[in-house]
């Protein structure tokens, strides 16, 4: 009965995922592939909950609702925690420099630092576009001659102290941010073709 049952499950994994589910040893060599926008999606998804959790659970938290420490853009001067976005653009060069398969940054249509400012037609298109709808944005665009997929995903105020820093910084070019407000977008890029 045991050998049955382990059979059986057995021919239900690899009908449910598939004749590449016993290549343990070689992924990619698979027959299917996974789309550039299942990929994007998929680590817009670790991203944003990544994201979303430092914010809540320790900027937001510890900054806002215990006043236990602050968060600030020069954290290294002042003993601070380090602002989310700072956060993220540092996980961003971090990707960049192990020569991972995509890029990714944080770019907003009222950028606090001007670094942060859509700088690619598909950027500036895909920004206004999440914010006119709240819904992710993809397209093609080639760039330094090679072709990419391109994702951009709506950056949501998720806390009080993502839209109160945002909304009190002395450089910020818009200053009526509220909760729930799509402040800018995590850009993804993903190149197509080898």
């Known amino acids: 009965m045991k050998k049955k049952l ?3 499950l057995s021919v239900m994994l690899i009908l449910f995922l598939g004749p590449t589910a016993c ?3 070689k992924v990619e060599s698979a027959p299917f592939g996974i789309s550039p926008k299942v990929m994007a999606d998929a680590l817009h998804a670790v991203m944003e909950a990544d994201r979303t959790v430092y914010t809540k659970m320790i900027v937001n938290r510890l900054q806002n609702e215990e006043k ?5 853009e020069h954290w290294k001067d002042d003993k601070a925690l380090v602002l ?3 956060m993220f653009r540092m996980g961003a060069e971090r ?4 020569k991972a398969p995509f890029s990714y940054s944080l770019i907003s249509l009222w950028p606090v630092n001007k670094q942060n400012a859509p700088k690619t037609e598909s950027e500036k298109i895909g920004l206004a576009e999440i914010n006119r709808t709240g819904e992710s ?11 990419y997929f391109t994702a951009l995903y709506p950056d949501i105020a998720v806390a009080p102290a993502c839209y ?3 909304n009190d910084h002395q450089d910020s070019p818009k200053t009526d941010f509220k909760l729930g407000d799509v402040m800018g977008g ?3 890029r993903i190149p197509l073709g080898t």
């Open 68 to 72: 236990v420490i602050k968060a600030s």
């Open 84 to 86: 989310p976005a700072q």
């Open 186 to 188: 995590v850009v993804i």
């Open 6 to 8: 382990k059979w059986g």
């Open 137 to 147: 944005y993809y397209t093609e665009e080639t760039l330094g001659g090679r072709k």
């Open 95 to 98: 990707v960049a420099e192990s």
């Open 23 to 25: 290549n343990t040893t």
């Open 164 to 166: 109160s820093c945002h």
